[in-house]
């Protein structure tokens, strides 16, 4: 079946580690999009990729990085400049072509610090 | 971004319809309507949008005022695994984001 995946299901992060959080995607959508969704709130932009090799800042960037060398992988990494990771972080997808097509996302990875 | 007013929870019998209203008066013409919901611990599942026209597919139907101020959706047979978190969000195409509020918590009793 197409989807999105995430993995792991579920994280943990000691003091200033890196982490990386995965998503993939085989529905041959051009655009991805990470969000952090925090209990009690919506969910906030982090980052996004239109294309390939290509990606922009969302709202809550800082802390975060991504890469985008292949148009099914937008990978997550929560850097130890990120000081408050706990949250529940939400990857999705979505065709370009065709107008206001909708995001679709997958099942998320719930980070917490030991 | 127009922004979206929903109410924070909502109850419905098993098997009745559930409505469910969202405000969204500063929505400009070229934004669209958005439903989502989400099960406590997985990621929002995609339901139906629109922009004008009232819109309906196996899941719901999604009703748009003719002012385009508000709009509701309709889960014509609520059943139990119904019970979500629903977000209305409007977006217009040369949007990037998604502008998400806090949803309305519906809750589909026995």
């Known amino acids: 079946d197409g989807g999105i995946t995430q993995s792991p299901k579920y994280l943990f992060r000691k003091e200033g580690q890196n982490v990386t959080l995965s998503c993939e995607q085989n529905?041959?959508?051009?655009?991805m999009y990470w969000y952090r969704q925090d209990p009690g709130q919506g969910l906030r932009l982090i980052y996004y990729s239109q294309i390939v090799n290509d990606f922009q800042k969302g709202d809550i960037a800082e802390g975060y990085s991504v890469s985008r060398e292949k148009k099914e992988s937008f990978p997550l990494t929560v850097t130890s400049a990120q000081k408050n990771p706990t949250a529940f972080y939400l990857c999705?997808?979505?065709?370009?072509?065709?107008?206001?097509?909708?995001?679709?996302f997958g099942d998320g990875t719930r980070l917490s610090i030991l | 971004d127009a922004k979206t007013t929903q109410p924070p929870s909502m109850d419905c019998a098993e098997g009745r319809a559930a409505n469910l209203p969202c405000n969204h008066s500063?929505?400009?013409?070229?934004?669209?309507v958005y439903w989502y919901r989400q099960i406590h611990s997985q990621g929002p599942q995609y339901i139906i949008h629109?922009?004008?026209?009232?819109e309906t597919n196996e899941m719901a139907s999604l009703i748009i005022t003719e002012d385009r101020k508000s709009s509701t959706l309709i889960l014509p047979h609520a059943t139990l695994r119904d019970t979500a978190v629903y977000y209305c969000?409007?977006?217009?195409?040369?949007?990037?984001?998604?502008?998400w509020g806090l949803g309305t918590s519906l809750a589909v009793n026995p």
């Open positions: 629109g922009l004008k026209n009232n």
């Open positions: 529905l041959n959508h051009d655009a």
């Open positions: 999705a997808s979505r065709h370009r072509q065709g107008l206001n097509q909708p995001q679709h």
């Open positions: 969000i409007v977006r217009g195409d040369n949007n990037r984001k998604l502008i």
């Open positions: 500063t929505i400009s013409g070229n934004e669209y």
